[in-house]
């Protein structure tokens, strides 16, 4: 049976027993307002046509203990993922919709995985696969977007709340942020940045183009705003921490320092637009 993945948000669904070679009928997650299906309408794919088409993944080591994973020729939305390693085992923040054998190599050269956990729906990609790949992990979902699921699987770990700790030991701490989804969720790495700590954003916020800022939307794609309250709810969240160094979601998209300044200025200034 045929996993498909989607051309345009890179989401890998189940395999379904009974039409096992033919592509879901469309894709839930682009048709929502806060993504789009492809302009030549909805396309699907496999891991297998990727590699075929000559795409592989690229592992760059940014600082000690972090190192991204991004696919070339870029795909889909074309998010990195981030492995963290820690003494009490390493997380993957984020997933890529690429899962192939040369990268698993890589990852358990340094350490392997432990668990999984990741922002939003738009960058679930191929999760499972992922999670299949390292003895089924733990995959940790906050529970608010489980309707955004395509690819159910007992790996799947659903918190609640605010924040919870997804490798105990390891000071890492998810936490829900919301805004773009209600369970958006972004990452705390404290030893990260020589110990100055590091908050991996996912979507929310998202790192700008001039990375001294960063900004908050309900769809980044669609240019959908969020309101004055929310973004300032968001700011008195991330303001509870301390992060000097911000990873946004994609290279080159990195606040290098004085990120709890970056993302409260930032704060004021959307709102000051708002208004």
Not at 142 to 169: C, K, N, S
Not at 183 to 209: H, I, Y
Request: negative net charge.
């Amino acid at each position: 049976m045929t996993a498909f993945i989607c051309q345009t948000c890179g989401v890998q669904f189940a395999p379904v027993a009974e039409k096992p070679d033919a592509p879901p009928e469309h894709c839930p997650i682009c048709e929502d307002e806060r993504q789009y299906v492809g302009h030549d309408g909805q396309k699907w794919t496999t891991t297998e046509e990727l590699l075929a088409g000559g795409r592989r993944n690229v592992v760059i080591e940014l600082e000690p203990g972090l190192t991204t994973v991004n696919t070339h020729p870029s795909f889909a939305i074309g998010q990195q993922a981030h492995l963290i390693q820690t003494p009490a085992g390493n997380l993957l923040w984020e997933s890529i919709s690429l899962c192939d054998a040369a990268t698993v190599a890589a990852i358990r050269e340094r350490g392997g995985v432990a668990a999984i956990a990741i922002s939003h729906p738009h960058f679930y990609s191929a999760m499972v696969e992922w999670s299949h790949a390292f003895d089924n992990v733990p995959i940790w979902l906050h529970a608010a977007d489980r309707e955004w699921v395509m690819y159910p699987d007992p790996a799947i770990h659903f918190w609640e709340g605010e924040t919870t700790q997804p490798l105990p030991g390891s000071n890492l701490t998810l936490i829900r942020v919301g805004g773009h989804f209600p369970g958006a969720t972004a990452l705390l790495w404290p030893a990260g940045a020589g110990g100055r700590g590091v908050l991996f954003s996912g979507d929310e916020p998202q790192v700008a183009g001039d990375t001294r800022w960063v900004s908050f939307l309900y769809s980044y794609p669609n240019m959908i705003p969020l309101s004055a309250a929310e973004v300032q709810r968001i700011a008195r969240t991330l303001a509870r921490y301390r992060f000097d160094r911000i990873y946004g979601s994609w290279m080159n998209k990195v606040v290098t320092a004085d990120g709890n300044a970056v993302v409260a200025r930032s704060a004021e200034r959307y709102v000051a637009h708002l208004e």
